[in-house]
């Protein structure tokens, strides 16, 4: 209940005078309080906010060591913008530029000494209890703000989700085992991390990666499953799952889904300009693209497809690193490669 909490805040008393902090001591005991912490010096009291941690302080403005005035000014400074802990200043200085200053430096009222004890409470219990309703409106909205994080995060991951499990069945039609999207996801993350890239997050290309081949939805399964070489009229049309993927993909206010469509669209670009749908060139081709043209073919080296044996990886490897300049980004290439090292040495 708030009237129990009331009397559990913990209060700070800041006086240099003992005469005073003793007469406040016993006004709050008779009252009920009984968390008080009460300082003479107020460099100590300062230093042992972070121990005491306020409800309310009840501060002098005439002190020796440090006066009032800088002990506001310090103690805002080190409580949070967003946190509510009412200043109450216990002077004998009616004077009123002393108020105006104390109230510009945080201060929230004033008594005035020698002060009526039934006035200091009813202004006591009236501060600490607009204290904890401002704390419980505090939790209340950070309730409402993990709710709304989780909600958006569960969101995320189930619209994700969805589009992964598509891009498995989409990929299940010349992979009978439909791991070829997770593996491509999987290096393209390892090799953002390698790279170190600021522009693409791990986790994020992990997702949009596995959707690369999504256009694939479109062709037809007598040239997708064909166990010869393709025609030209075959592989053109054959070149098409990549903006049939982007057209899928497009239009999303999922940044992870504006990413997959740019891979969709852009991971058969090669580095020297000789690639599809545009032939753009070097840096002109997205880095996650970039990223997944390695991922991608790597894999589909290492795996039997329908018109193809498996390579090894140690062959599929030099492969990658004989077209890095032509085919691949050198600098991905070589983040490949330093993941290969990294991987073998781990494996020794």
Request: charged share 30%; with cysteine; aromatic share 6%.
């Amino acid at each position: 209940m708030l009237k129990d909490r009331i009397y559990e805040s913990n209060i700070l008393v800041v006086d240099d005078e003992q005469a005073n902090v003793t007469l406040l001591e016993r006004v709050l005991e008779w009252s009920g309080y009984t968390h008080i912490s009460s300082f003479t010096d107020p460099v100590v009291a300062l230093e042992s906010c972070a121990e005491v941690g306020p409800d309310l302080v009840l501060l002098d403005m005439h002190m020796a060591k440090m006066d009032g005035y800088e002990f506001l000014r310090r103690f805002r400074a080190q409580c949070s913008d967003l946190d509510y802990i009412p200043v109450l200043v216990c002077t004998a200085d009616v004077n009123p530029e002393v108020r105006k200053k104390a109230l510009s430096l945080g201060a929230n009222d004033f008594v005035v000494k020698p002060f009526d004890a039934t006035e200091i409470m009813l202004r006591v219990r009236n501060f600490l209890e607009t204290r904890h309703l401002h704390r419980e409106l505090q939790d209340h909205n950070t309730r409402l703000e993990q709710r709304v994080q989780k909600r958006t995060a569960d969101l995320e991951a189930s619209r994700t989700e969805v589009w992964a499990r598509l891009a498995k069945a989409a990929e299940y039609r010349d992979d009978d085992t439909g791991e070829h999207t997770r593996r491509v996801g999987d290096m393209s993350a390892s090799l953002v991390e390698m790279l170190g890239s600021d522009e693409i997050g791990p986790e994020m290309i992990r997702s949009a990666a596995m959707l690369h081949d999504i256009g694939k939805i479109g062709i037809p399964d007598s040239i997708l499953l064909k166990p010869a070489r393709l025609t030209v009229e075959e592989f053109e049309i054959m070149k098409t799952h990549t903006t049939i993927g982007a057209e899928i993909l497009g239009g999303s206010d999922s940044a992870t889904l504006r990413l997959a469509e740019t891979i969709a669209l852009t991971h058969h670009e090669r580095w020297d300009g000789n690639g599809y749908p545009y032939g753009i060139a070097g840096s002109l081709i997205p880095l996650a693209g970039r990223i997944v043209a390695v991922a991608d073919v790597f894999d589909a080296l290492t795996h039997e497809r329908p018109y193809k044996q498996a390579w090894s990886e140690e062959s599929a490897a030099a492969e990658i690193e004989r077209l890095a300049g032509t085919h691949f980004d050198p600098a991905v290439v070589e983040a490949f490669m330093a993941l290969r090292s990294r991987s073998e040495r781990m494996a020794a």
